[in-house]
DNA sequence: TTGCTCCTCACGTCACGTGAGGTGGC
DNA sequence: TTGCTCCTCACGTCACGTGAGGTGGC
C-alpha cells in the first residue's frame, strides 16, 4: 500500500515537520517518490511513525528512541519501565498541581 | 531581609539561568547589588518568583505570564481556570499512557 | 599566586513552527 | 497563466543548559 506524506500524518496524528525530524534523527525514512515527485511511504512505515509517536510521549527523546533499538530486550524493558514510573510520578504532581491550583484561584 | 542570587534559586528550587529569563522577559528584576557585586533580592522577589515559577508549572509561557498582570481580576482568573482544565486533561492524557504503556511492555 | 564564588554574555539544545522559493499536473 | 499541492531548505521559538572570559576578597 502506498501512503502519502499527508496521509501518514493524518493517520499517525502528527505533522510533516515532526516526521521530517523523526527521519533527521534517522528512526525511520520515505519509501521513496511517486511519479509526481511526492514522498511515499508503506505500512511498515506508518507502524514505525506511531511507534516513535508513541515513545515520544512515554518522554523518550529521538536520539533514546534510535539508540533504544540497538538495545536487548531486557534493557528496553527497563527503560520503558522507568518511564512509566515518571508517569506516574507526573501524575501525581499534576493532581498536586490541580489543587494547588484551585486554592490560587479562590484566594485571588 | 537581603536575599543573593543563589539563596533565591535555593528557595524557589528553580536555577540561576531560569532567574534570568524571568528578569530578560521582564517578570521580575534583582534590587541592586552588595558591596561585593552579588545580586541581592528582597522578599517581595521571592514571593514574585514563587509565583512565576508556579504560573509556569500551572502552563502558563513568560510572556502570558506578563500580560496576566494586565488584565482585570476576573479575566486573571478564567485565564487560570482554563490551566486548570488542562492539567485535568493532561492527567487523564497521563493515565491514558499509563495504561497503553503497560500493555506495551507485556507485549514486547 | 591560588582557589573560590560571583558576574555577564552568548552559543547550543530540543522538537518542532513557519515561511521562502521552487516544481508539476490541471 | 492561475491555482493547487507538494517538495526542500533554513531561520525562528521557547526556556533554559552550559561554558567562556572576567572580577573581587581571602
Redesign the interface.
Known sequence: MEITLRELCEMVGVSRRSIQCYEKAGLMRAQGKNKYGYLIYDEGSLERARQIH?LQ??GFELKEIKSLNTLP?EA??EG??E??EN??H??KE??E??K???R??KE?
Do not use: G
Request: charged content about 40%; proline content about 0%; aromatic content about 8%.
Open positions: 508513541f510521549e512515554l530486550k528496553q524493558k520503558i519501565a518511564k512509566i508517569l506516574r507526573r501524575k499534576t493532581e498541581l490541580i494547588q491550583a484551585e490560587y484561584l485571588l
